[in-house]
């Protein structure tokens, strides 16, 4: 015993210095590595692996020259390593070259979806993380109860939808056969942002809320329960604290981390929800901008999009477990 | 129940004690935790949502009444006369094309399910029994696949390629064997620490041999709801892709590029999109629900196996 501790003290003081700085330079190194291989998988996938990319974009109107023009355009006539440099010292000064489709600068294409992206999912984010917690919670309040069980199947059936027929179901309410309350599509004139028309990011948003809430507040309701039953709120209880002050007080705080995470994996699926969401209301983000591009065999453009929603998983990724590590005190300091 | 080591995995998650290899009872374990199943109200309601879909879509292409690529009609016919659901945006017959529609869809689904199963259960079984190197390679092969939604890792795929069937089915597994894997590898753990594997390995039987002999069987009941869900998830994502473009080539029809094709005439006939999108939606209900009774009865716990991997799992290793 005496020898555990003696091993277990170094390490703790060690750590009680910065743990969490410490955790999260780890994972940032770890994230950067991991960014670096994804950068790589992506350019050798897309830029060399299926013989020739140039053939690709040209696909049967191919000639000899026309051929050796674009192979020069997209520098296939460097080597590997030199193409992989160009393009991952592109992707730091924005110098990534032109679309395949449009001749434009990629990044200028895809600088303005982006930030239509963002307000899409943080929009979402914040209005599914509210009402998913509030949900749980009440949910788990009402153990048992009719609420509980509506909840319950509903949450069930929802999870397994996947988007685009909910996307279609809203439209069939809101936008088409029964009524014509909101716009089926969120056309936005070049230049002008989706926040300047708030209308028509009801449907988009709408949508992803009800994919993402059902999970989050599952997982409210599991932790709130769990808390709810837990040694300290009995302890509260016996004491005399009122009810709405253990529900406050001790049993939400401890209920949130766990469902924060889940919050964070939610909005790492939005990073691919976006795109058949996207696709299905023309909102102008990176979402639609991908499946265009797939279907030009735009590559430049294709190349940007992925490695921007391949590190906005990464760091999400991060931001979810050093949030669950700050959320939980038992954690922060546990070992 | 035996003695479990403290996991990552919650105690009730690790199935029982060691079911000996080759000892066979009269009904074999995931049988008997299926029926179990399908016993429950919503394992009953599910499994009856899949059978009703599936039979749809297996038997459809044999009874349509018209030949669901011919233009027969006007452009969106409302519903009437020869056709019960009305035309398309070609004046096909929706009713033929949806009957036609399903069988495909559910053969990639569950082949890019199998084979995204395999695949995870390979990697994650290997990499907690074999740990070391190669536990560390195949856990960081499996962070930079998670680095990609799933759907843009299809996507890029099919990008390079073009859109194959089987690069659809290859992408989607693929994009599956990571998750599995994972759920695989936390529940190897606890087992190969178990003191029947510890016997085996002292006769000296070989690493792959203990995984197959020993390790697999007891993996059967997260194995199996790792199936349900991951099928579920397969139908949804191969759905998309068609719905996105990403399928057959056009004439034929796909529940999930039917609702793309028909979804601009909506307000003519709304029943060329909506029966397609019915479809998908009872079958991955009734599939999602069925896993969830499965889960409930094989596992025991209230919550999926990718929920409750969550509470303990994601917390950094270094901390928790």
Request: proline share 6%; no cysteine; charged share 10%.
């Given at each position: ?30 994230g ?13 996938a ?8 140039a ?42 070259g ?12 895809v ?48 999870t397994?939808?996947?988007?685009f ?24 004139a ?23 809430v ?22 509260a209880?016996?004491?005399g ?12 705080p401890?209920?949130?981390?766990p ?19 996207e ?6 983000g ?9 279907g ?22 991060i ?17 | ?16 004690p060691?079911?000996a ?14 029926w ?18 599936v ?36 004046g ?47 856990m ?26 089987w ?8 994009s ?8 695989l ?37 997260p ?11 397969s ?13 057959q080539?056009?004439p ?11 979804r ?5 006939n ?20 069925f ?7 094989a ?22």
């Amino acid at each position: 015993m005496a020898v555990v501790t003696a091993t277990a003290g170094p390490a703790v003081s060690r750590r009680a210095a910065h743990p969490i700085l410490a955790l999260v330079g780890r994972r940032a190194l770890f994230g950067i590595v991991t960014l670096f291989v994804v950068s790589l998988v992506v350019f050798l996938a897309t830029q060399v692996l299926p013989g020739n990319a140039a053939a690709a974009v040209l696909g049967r109107n191919a000639t000899p020259a026309s051929l050796r023009v674009l192979e020069h355009q997209m520098h296939l006539d460097r080597s590997v390593a030199a193409q992989y440099w160009g393009w991952l010292s592109g992707l730091f000064t924005g110098k990534l070259g032109n679309s395949l489709a449009s001749g434009q600068p990629v990044w200028g294409l895809v600088s303005g979806r982006l930030i239509n992206s963002g307000v899409l999912v943080f929009v979402t984010g914040a209005i599914g993380s509210t009402v998913g917690v509030a949900l749980g919670a009440a949910a788990a309040l009402r153990r048992d109860s009719q609420f509980d069980h509506v909840t319950s199947v509903v949450a069930l059936a929802v999870t397994s939808l996947p988007e685009f027929v909910i996307a279609i179901a809203l439209i069939i309410v809101f936008s088409t056969v029964v009524s014509h309350l909101l716009p089926a599509v969120s056309l936005l004139a070049p230049g002008t942002y989706a926040w300047q028309q708030p209308e028509l990011l009801v449907l988009p948003v709408a949508t992803l809320v009800i994919v993402i809430v059902p999970y989050i507040m599952r997982m409210m309701r599991a932790a709130m329960i769990e808390a709810l039953e837990s040694d300290y709120v009995e302890m509260a209880r016996l004491k005399g604290v009122p009810e709405w002050q253990i529900v406050l007080r001790h049993a939400l705080p401890n209920a949130i981390a766990p469902t924060i995470q889940v919050i964070g994996l939610n909005f790492l699926y939005l990073a691919g929800g976006i795109v058949v969401v996207e696709y299905i209301f023309n909102f102008p983000g990176i979402g639609q901008g991908l499946v265009s591009a797939v279907g030009d065999s735009d590559i430049p453009v294709i190349q940007l999009i992925v490695v921007i929603l391949a590190a906005f998983y990464v760091f999400m990724n991060i931001v979810t477990d050093v949030i669950a590590v700050l959320a939980t005190p038992r954690r922060r300091i546990a070992r | 129940m035996a003695v479990v080591t403290p996991g990552r995995f919650p105690a009730e998650q690790v199935p029982g004690p060691a079911r000996a290899a080759g000892r066979r009872g009269h009904l074999p374990e995931w049988l008997s935790s299926l029926w179990a199943a399908v016993r429950t109200t919503r394992g009953g309601i599910g499994l009856a949502l899949v059978s009703l879909i599936v039979g749809l879509a297996v038997i459809g292409p044999w009874i349509t009444p018209s030949p669901p690529n011919a233009l027969l009609t006007l452009d969106y016919a409302r519903p009437g006369g020869h056709f019960l659901l009305g035309s398309d945006a070609l004046g096909r017959d929706v009713l033929s094309r949806v009957l036609a529609g399903g069988w495909l869809l559910l053969l990639m689904a569950a082949a890019a399910t199998v084979l995204g199963v395999m695949l995870g259960a390979a990697a994650g079984v290997s990499a907690a029994y074999l740990r070391g190197v190669s536990d560390g390679i195949i856990m960081r092969t499996i962070d930079v696949i998670l680095s990609f939604p799933q759907l843009v890792f299809a996507l890029l795929l099919l990008s390079v390629i073009g859109p194959k069937l089987w690069l659809i089915v290859l992408a989607v597994a693929v994009s599956h064997a990571p998750q599995v894997g994972r759920v695989l590898r936390s529940a190897t753990l606890d087992i190969s620490e178990q003191d029947y594997v510890k016997a085996v390995e002292l006769q000296g039987t070989r690493p792959a041999k203990v995984m197959m002999k020993e390790i697999m069987p007891n993996l059967v009941s997260p194995l199996m709801v790792e199936v349900g869900l991951r099928l579920t998830y397969s139908i949804v994502i191969i759905a998309g892709l068609a719905f996105l473009g990403f399928g057959q080539q056009p004439p034929a029809s796909n529940w999930g590029s039917m609702i793309n094709e028909n979804r601009i005439g909506l307000a003519l006939n709304p029943w060329a999109v909506i029966v397609p999108a019915a479809l998908i939606a009872l079958l991955t209900i009734g599939m999602n629900t069925f896993t969830d009774a499965v889960a409930r009865v094989a596992i025991g716990v209230e919550r999926r196996p990718e929920e409750a991997a969550l509470l303990d799992e994601l917390v950094p290793r270094e901390i928790a």
